[in-house]
């Protein structure tokens, strides 16, 4: 529940609940009517006020991401793939061989053990890689070699 809902809910929102009491309160139907009113705008104008915060925001990362987008240096436009790469080099290094280099040599070989937060941080960043690049191959295909991409799809893939 965002805070746009606590203050705009129908029923148990802020303003509801302010316009109940009001409504509780003895003063004529005109008082409340203004009393009501006057809440209306001010609601009105926290949510202006929130949606015009949020745009700013979302204006400067973007801002953001288009300047790191436009700088002049391939790898650091790209360094998603040597992620992916890194951590698949560290999971054929652990898992495969490791093992059979001690195998072959008959000697016990202990695999470094990666944490948790290692496994997670590396996987959502090829699920976020392999996911663009899935998107950008589909639209080449659609739409021929332009491509014709989303700047979703863009920012994703570099």
Same mark, same amino acid.
């Given at each position: 529940?965002?805070?746009? %809902?606590?203050?705009?809910?129908?029923?148990?929102?802020?303003?509801?609940?302010?316009?109940?009491?009001?409504?509780?309160?003895?003063? =004529?139907?005109?008082?409340?009517?203004?009393?009501?009113?006057?809440?209306?705008?001010?609601?009105? %104008?926290?949510?202006? /006020?929130?949606?015009? *915060?949020?745009?700013?925001?979302?204006?400067? /990362?973007?801002?953001?991401?288009?300047? *790191?987008?436009q700088?002049? %240096?391939? &790898?650091?436009?790209?360094?998603?793939?040597?992620?992916? &790469?890194?951590?698949?080099?560290?999971?054929?290094?652990? &898992?495969?061989?490791?093992?059979?280099?001690?195998?072959?040599?008959?000697?016990?070989?202990?695999?470094?053990?990666?944490?948790?937060?290692?496994?997670?941080?590396?996987?959502?960043?090829?699920?976020?890689?392999?996911?663009?690049? =899935?998107? *950008?191959?589909?639209?080449v295909?659609?739409n021929?070699? *332009?491509?014709?991409?989303?700047?979703?799809?863009?920012?994703?893939?570099?």
């Amino acid at each position: 529940m965002g805070l746009i %809902d606590i203050l705009t809910g129908p029923v148990t929102g802020l303003v509801g609940s302010i316009g109940g009491i009001i409504d509780s309160l003895h003063t =004529s139907d005109d008082e409340k009517a203004a009393a009501n009113l006057q809440i209306a705008a001010l609601a009105a %104008d926290t949510e202006l /006020k929130m949606t015009q *915060e949020l745009t700013k925001e979302l204006e400067a /990362k973007e801002r953001v991401i288009v300047a *790191e987008l436009q700088q002049g %240096d391939n &790898y650091t436009k790209r360094a998603r793939p040597t992620v992916v &790469y890194v951590g698949l080099g560290a999971f054929i290094l652990n &898992y495969v061989l490791i093992p059979n280099i001690a195998f072959a040599f008959g000697t016990t070989l202990v695999p470094v053990e990666f944490p948790v937060e290692f496994w997670a941080g590396w996987s959502g960043i090829v699920m976020t890689w392999t996911i663009g690049r =899935s998107m *950008e191959k589909r639209a080449v295909t659609q739409n021929g070699p *332009e491509g014709s991409t989303s700047r979703l799809v863009k920012i994703i893939t570099g």
